[in-house]
């Protein structure tokens, strides 16, 4: 069954989750910033001595890292559609104003649940 998390669990979750989000988008954007900036340079500058374009990639890449740095705060800002549960019937649904269910439940954030099994030996309710 669904319960609520406790406020120390939500928080432990969205700093891990944007952790995450935060050095994944910063890591990826740096990569292809580097990789294009090798592919584009030999390109313009008809340069492939390897040793040569990497130092040439290297003095730009600070310059890169801010820009990672950039969309990678972005990324963290980004709010992603949520769906919500209600407590009483688990029915499901996108997360919006409206809380109450038709069974009379209440729907829950679901980032704010957590499920865990059963094992009291309670009856299940009838859907
Ligand atoms: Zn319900």
Redesign the pocket.
């Given at each position: 069954m669904w319960i609520r998390k406790t406020e120390r669990e939500i928080k432990a979750e969205h700093n891990r989750k944007t952790l995450i989000i935060f050095f994944s988008i910063l890591f990826v954007s740096l990569f292809i910033s580097i990789m294009l900036d090798i592919f584009v340079y030999s390109k313009i500058e008809g340069n492939f001595n390897p040793q040569e374009l990497l130092e040439k990639t290297m003095f730009r890449v600070p310059r890169y890292f801010a820009i990672a740095l950039i969309f990678a705060f972005i990324g963290t800002r980004w709010k992603e559609r949520r769906l919500a549960v209600?407590?009483?019937?688990?029915?499901a649904k996108r997360f919006d104003q409206i809380s109450a269910?038709?069974?009379?439940?209440?729907?829950v954030e679901l980032d704010k649940l957590k499920w865990v099994s059963d094992v009291g030996g309670r009856e299940e309710e009838s859907l």
């Open positions: 209600c407590l009483r019937c688990n029915r269910c038709e069974c009379g439940g209440e729907y």
